[in-house]
């Protein structure tokens, strides 16, 4: 090879990379849904807002699998050392999953309620895909309501 020439063969050329950003809705009752790049299968869980509110979490009620829900019902309940609360699930369609986890460890949820501290797996139906998601919060709103809800206290 010349002198001052590179040899291009030998070069590593990266090719693009389709990425799917998921992004998590979220409701007035301090639940989230975040749906995969199909649109039909979701995570459901409980906001930073809300696991902060609770205090350290002592025992998670799951959903069972294989249940029927409706958007708004209530799927579970986590107990804390303040208080209790009900989950409702942010979407309709089928629960597929439960985080069983949380039964050993329900502290999991005030460390990561929006990661491993997950509630459940569920199988979205046709109408939470379409005008349920769309009456759902993105993050930026979201905080938003957060910050009004925290100027009324």
Request: overall charge negative; hydrophobic content about 35%.
């Amino acid at each position: 090879m010349a002198k001052g020439y590179i040899d291009v063969s030998t070069l590593y050329v990266p090719q693009p990379v389709l990425v799917t950003v998921l992004e998590k809705k979220y409701t007035e009752n301090h639940e989230w849904v975040e749906l995969d790049s199909n649109q039909n299968d979701g995570t459901i869980g409980i906001s930073n807002y809300a696991a902060k509110a609770l205090g350290e979490v002592v025992y998670v009620e799951l959903p069972q699998a294989n249940t029927e829900v409706a958007a708004g019902d209530v799927i579970g309940s986590v107990e804390s050392t303040k208080s209790a609360s009900d989950i409702y699930s942010p979407v309709g369609g089928t629960i597929t999953e439960a985080n069983n986890a949380l039964e050993e460890k329900p502290g999991t949820i005030n460390k990561e309620p929006e990661g491993n501290g997950w509630i459940a797996k569920i199988t979205v139906d046709a109408q939470s895909q379409g005008e349920q998601l769309d009456n759902l919060m993105d993050a930026k709103k979201y905080e938003k309501f957060t910050e009004e809800a925290g100027d009324e206290h």
